[in-house]
T-cell receptor, first 114, second 116 residues
């Protein structure tokens, strides 16, 4: 059983470009959350998707958007990239109704903005 | 404001020594509390969690944590550290209702180094 998978693992972009990161949740999971982890920092919540809708959002600008597909996979899109967007982007999944609150994380996509 | 503070950025312990990693939180009500571990190139793995009840919780890999409401703390401990425990450790909080892990607040992490 594959866990949470993210692609690509590494990505280099230049300022002003747009990027799309992808996430496949663990089998049986229907809820996907995205986190940004800057160097030397803890992960920061970007948003959460369930039933193909954004359900919660952290303190991130509208340049950050997402999508969830019927198969529960998800994309994170970032427009007009800034140098400060350089970070590790983590995807996490869980079953919405799981009482154990166990969140499974992928290994992340390392985004470098030059 | 809701926040999590991990005052120790970097800790070095000798293999076999005991370990305590500190975590303090600021939250409107008693939150759900979590400790995660992140090894290089890996995602975060849940070590343990506290929801309610017994304030001393046991986790995987021999870790335990104690919730102290009066101190707003949730410190992580291990009696004897192994070289494989070298990693970064994150304390996190979420609201105390279903779906807590849909929107976690993480601390800045403590990087643990283990000396032979």
């Amino acid at each position: 059983d594959a866990g949470v998978t993210q692609s690509p693992t590494h990505l280099i972009k230049t300022r002003g470009q747009q990027v799309t990161l992808r996430c496949s949740p663990k089998s049986g999971h229907d809820t996907v959350s995205w986190y940004q982890q800057a160097l030397g920092q803890g992960p920061q919540f970007i948003f959460q998707y369930y039933e193909e809708e954004e359900r919660q959002r952290g303190n991130f600008p509208d340049r950050f958007s997402g999508h969830q597909f019927p198969n529960y996979s998800s994309e994170l899109n970032v427009n007009a990239l800034l140098l400060g967007d350089s970070a590790l982007y983590l995807c996490a999944s869980r079953p919405m109704r799981a009482e154990d609150e166990k969140l499974f994380f992928g290994s992340g996509t390392q985004l470098s903005v030059l | 404001a809701q926040s999590v503070t991990q005052p120790d950025i970097h800790i070095t312990v000798s293999e076999g020594a005991s370990l305590e990693l500190r975590c303090n939180y600021s939250y409107g009500a008693t939150p759900y509390l979590f400790w995660y571990v992140q090894s290089p190139g890996q995602g975060l793995q849940l070590l343990l969690k506290y929801f309610s009840g017994d304030t001393l919780v046991q986790g995987i890999k021999g870790f335990e944590a104690e919730f102290k409401r009066s101190q707003s703390s949730f410190n992580l401990r291990k009696p004897s550290v192994h070289w494989s425990d070298a990693a970064e450790y994150f304390c996190a909080v979420g609201p105390n209702y279903g779906g807590a892990t849909n929107k976690l607040i993480f601390g800045t992490g403590t990087l643990l180094a283990v000396q032979p």
